[in-house]
């Protein structure tokens, strides 16, 4: 494998990383509030598909961009009222929020568009072109350094540098501002929150609309930047993915770059070699797609006793009187 090979996948990787790492840093906010999220694949389906719809229809994919965050943020209404005003079930939600975006989707896009369960495909100002960033075409034939900046680190489009802009940003709110220190505190203690005169309500309806946003622009980008459109069940499990690499980084936003990434590489690496000859053994194509859920199933298997999620999380707030 020469250099060139290794910047390819790990382009990919970058690639397929960043609607995870978009939707992890959803579940990140959601989560830290106290209100798990098993929704984020439901949302991020609603928004590619109407990202690619009025990307399709309008040509503009900036237009598709605000569709497709409305259409996440109205399901994260949604939940957020059934878990938070009616205090229901935090899981039960988010799986009926995923059910009704598997079906929602497909039963409009066809009624749109007769093109069976998708949107047209996408072309021209429709989609999010890489941005070549300065002195990218200078360097790139310098030994090393050019095709790490001119391939690896140039040449994606807006939404992967918002995602990888929004980690810093995450660790800063979170963590060093006042509405971070309430946010985790309304995770932790909400009961203290309250009685210091803070909205609890408030505190995880406004974390629910940041997951909706975030989850909004993963799901934009699978339609319009890295695909061309919207196609059935194009999330294929990402959500879950997402939670897994949240849970994986203990609810902290830079462990989460790294997990988001690390899925993102065996995704690419699965692309890139669909059959791998071990000599005694050629691991199949089947398999090799499977290996980024099953690294899902050993991560959730082997730290969801050691990651310690916040203390009030999945339990509704009830304000004593």
């Not at 974390?207 to 930047?225: F, K, P, Q, R």
């Amino acid at each position: 494998m020469d250099f060139g090979t290794i910047i390819e996948i790990l382009d990919s990787a970058v690639r397929l990383g960043t609607p995870l790492l978009l939707a992890c840093l959803a579940g990140l906010f959601s989560e830290r509030a106290g209100i798990f999220d098993i929704g984020l694949e439901g949302k991020m389906l609603m928004a590619a598909f109407f990202s690619g719809a009025v990307a399709a229809v309008t040509g503009n994919a900036w237009l598709g961009l605000l569709a497709g965050v409305a259409g996440s943020m109205s399901l994260a209404f949604v939940h957020g009222l059934a878990s938070i005003t009616f205090r229901g079930n935090q899981l039960i939600s988010g799986v009926a929020v995923n059910f009704l975006a598997s079906g929602f989707t497909v039963l409009i896009a066809q009624s749109w568009f007769q093109q069976g369960g998708r949107t047209p495909q996408l072309s021209g100002n429709g989609r999010f072109d890489p941005i070549t960033l300065p002195g990218a075409d200078a360097i790139k034939d310098v030994p090393f350094f050019g095709p790490i900046y001119s391939n690896l680190i140039s040449g994606h489009s807006i939404l992967v540098y918002v995602a990888f802009a929004m980690v810093p940003i995450t660790w800063w709110v979170l963590f060093r501002t006042r509405f971070g220190l309430r946010l985790r505190a309304v995770g932790e203690n909400p009961e203290s929150v309250d009685t210091a005169g803070i909205s609890v309500i408030r505190m995880r309806y406004t974390a629910v609309a940041i997951t909706g946003v975030l989850a909004g622009l993963g799901g934009v980008y699978l339609a319009t930047g890295l695909a061309a459109g919207f196609v059935k069940e194009m999330t294929a499990g990402r959500g879950y993915i997402a939670l897994a690499a949240l849970i994986f980084a203990k609810w902290r936003p830079v462990p989460a770059l790294g997990a988001t990434m690390l899925f993102g590489l065996l995704e690419a690496i699965s692309n890139r070699y669909p059959n791998i000859d071990l000599g005694v053994i050629t691991l199949p194509i089947q398999f090799m797609q499977a290996v980024p859920y099953i690294l899902t199933v050993i991560i959730l298997a082997g730290f969801i006793g050691k990651a310690i999620p916040p203390r009030a999380g999945g339990q509704p707030y009830v304000k004593e009187r």
